[in-house]
């Protein structure tokens, strides 16, 4: 079965970095797209990055610039590169898949960016 693990997350300086993983199984993971999203307290989920099976991104409005997805097919996993974090990142994040109308997710990982 599809799972999903997410790592990486932490408390971090504004201006600061993290680097989060996730490690996928149960699938075949090159030939999918991956995203990652992220809810902050009282916000819906937002979707932040995706990379698709061509390595071709996209990121939210929000985080273009700063933060990088990429993927590792080798090694079942996706990361999410955040520089120049703000306050206003906080949230978990969380690793995301779908096959047709279904929708995988990870446990999420907590990101809060404070000084």
């Known amino acids: 079965q599809v799972q999903l693990v997410e790592s990486g997350g932490g408390l971090v300086q504004p201006g600061g970095s993290l680097r989060l993983s996730c490690a996928a199984s149960?699938?075949?993971?090159?030939?999918?797209?991956m995203n990652w999203y992220r809810q902050a307290p009282g916000k819906e989920r937002e979707l932040v990055a995706q990379?698709?099976?061509?390595?071709?991104?996209n990121y939210g409005d929000a985080v273009k610039g700063r933060f990088t997805i990429s993927r590792d097919n080798d090694k079942f996993t996706v990361y999410l590169q955040m520089n120049s974090l703000k306050p206003e990142d906080t949230a978990v994040y969380y690793c995301?898949?779908?096959?047709?109308?279904?929708?995988?997710w990870g446990q999420g990982t907590q990101v809060t960016v404070s000084s």
């Open positions: 149960g699938f075949s993971f090159s030939w999918y797209t």
């Open positions: 995301n898949t779908e096959r047709g109308t279904r929708s995988f």
């Open positions: 990379i698709d099976n061509n390595n071709s991104t």
